[in-house]
């Protein structure tokens, strides 16, 4: 939307600066916008009751504060009912079908020749072009709201029927398989010889340890300098070549 907003803005302006030769204004409109709004204001316009053309005798002057001049402010209104017709019309065709023909079907209104040529044009026309477009495009709207209301909801209690009906037979089917695995467990009741090699692979293999530690101390076992024999009679009569500092 916002990519089809640049375009239609840019075309605009490409045409009214380079080529708009000359704008024409209905003469009816303003007179009646001179006089209505030179005398008593805006209420003046619907003092003969509700029409488009007062509605839009007054836009004109609501932008004829800003630019001054009816002409100028005719150009920029009739950019403005353009520009938000080719909005009303990308929500339209959106909502009927996808954005993707939407975003088609408005550029082609945006960039079209004959359409855009109407800006030179100060009457009524894109007014009611517009109105004409918001018009369908509230009608799609409550439609389209209309049939998410009061159609679409009736098929869900089916929709969630079946589904509780599929989640009814996959409780039963795993109640079903818990049970006959229960049974199996179950009617297995011997007693079995546990051997010591089945709970070695259960244990934990831990993994050599990567980073630099000390050597390993090697495990060193004492022994006798010389064997007992069978009587209790320990002492040594003989020193010679022994080395017993706590011995005298």
Not at 42 to 70: E, H, K, P, W
Not at 114 to 129: A, F, G, K, P, R
Not at 208 to 231: I, S
Request: charged fraction near 20%.
């Amino acid at each position: 939307m916002l990519i089809l907003s640049c375009i239609t803005i840019i075309v605009r302006m490409h045409y009214v600066n380079y080529l708009m030769s000359e704008v024409n204004i209905n003469e009816d409109i303003y007179n009646a916008a001179k006089v209505s709004m030179g005398a008593s204001g805006l209420t003046s316009a619907f003092a003969d009751g509700f029409r488009i053309q007062s509605l839009y005798i007054c836009n004109l002057y609501l932008v004829f504060l800003i630019f001054g001049n009816f002409t100028v402010a005719g150009v920029y209104l009739n950019i403005l009912y353009q520009f938000l017709t080719v909005l009303f019309v990308y929500i339209a065709i959106s909502n009927v079908t996808n954005r993707y023909v939407g975003f088609a079907g408005s550029l082609i209104l945006a960039i079209l020749p004959i359409y855009i040529d109407t800006l030179s044009e100060v009457t009524v026309q894109n007014m009611e072009i517009l109105l004409a477009a918001l018009t369908v495009t509230i009608l799609i709207l409550a439609v389209r709201w209309f049939y998410h209301r009061y159609t679409v909801p009736k098929s869900v209690p089916d929709n969630m029927n079946a589904n509780e009906m599929n989640l009814e037979e996959d409780v039963n089917s795993n109640t079903d398989s818990a049970n006959v695995l229960n049974a199996n467990i179950l009617q297995d009741t011997s007693m079995k010889e546990i051997h010591y090699d089945d709970l070695e692979d259960n244990k934990v293999q831990y993994i050599e340890n990567p980073l630099p530690v000390p050597k390993r101390r090697e495990h060193k076992e004492m022994d006798y300098a010389f064997e007992p024999t069978g009587n209790d009679d320990y002492d040594m009569k003989d020193l010679t070549g022994k080395d017993f500092f706590d011995i005298e």
